[in-house]
């Protein structure tokens, strides 16, 4: 059954825009440096946030074996929108990334759904959580854009349960960046990584999300 939910687009729209009049000041802020809110990254997210729209009125399960393409597909997106134009010019790069997707011996979109299906009876927040930060520590899962496909996917598992999105604003920037990158460079396939520092981060960032939810991002169809 589809969500009964969707995403204020409107909203993410404002609060994307504040972001990135914003970003020199968040970025000055941020343990790592982050490349700049570029026109195209806005865009591109904006169209991935749509999509997410349109996976949840299709009832789509990202990390079920029939929804894994469309996880693919919100990659894409993030990287070249959905002008088909566009895509073109980045056809070398789609097949290489769909190839890593599928095919990477230390981590792929297998690792994905075996970790998906060990945790479906976690907590939205801790699914959310889990996953992203599965896929953006190291080894990742796309070669680019990682962090704002995941944004994607966590805002897909959580408004398929019924809860807020996570939308990257001024005033957890900071909160959500820092723990993304301490991740990023996490080695998830070492002892330490997986065992003692990632369950970590994954536990605080499932109270973060939890606690960054705003009610009103949510629209009834």
């Known amino acids: 059954m589809p969500s009964k939910y969707k995403i ?18 968040i970025n000055e802020a941020l343990d790592m440096h982050r490349e700049p809110m570029r026109d195209e990254i806005l865009n591109n997210m904006l169209e991935g946030y749509e999509y997410v729209n349109y996976l949840l009125e299709k009832d789509v399960r990202l990390l079920h074996p029939e929804g894994l393409h469309y996880l693919l597909e919100l990659n894409n997106i993030v990287l070249c929108g959905t002008d088909l134009e566009k895509r073109k010019d980045f056809k070398e790069h789609i097949l290489s990334n769909t190839d890593r997707f599928y095919e990477q011996s ?8 075996a970790w998906a299906e060990k945790h479906k009876k ?5 699914k959310a959580a889990g996953s992203y930060i599965l896929q953006v520590s190291w080894p990742q899962l796309f070669h680019e854009g990682n962090h704002r496909t995941g944004a994607l996917m966590m805002s897909h598992i959580l408004v398929r349960n019924d809860c807020p999105p996570f939308v990257l604003s001024v005033d957890n920037a900071q909160a959500y960046f820092n723990p993304s990158s301490l991740a990023k460079s996490t080695n998830k396939n070492e002892v330490y990584g997986k065992f003692y520092k990632l369950p970590k981060i994954k536990k605080n960032f499932a109270k973060f999300l939890e606690k960054q939810a705003v009610p009103s991002y949510l629209r009834l169809r």
């Open 8 to 25: 204020d687009l409107e909203q993410v729209h404002h609060y994307l825009l504040s972001v990135q009049r914003n970003f020199d000041a």
């Open 122 to 126: 976690d907590t939205p927040w801790k």
């Open 106 to 113: 230390e981590f792929s979109i297998s690792h994905m759904r």
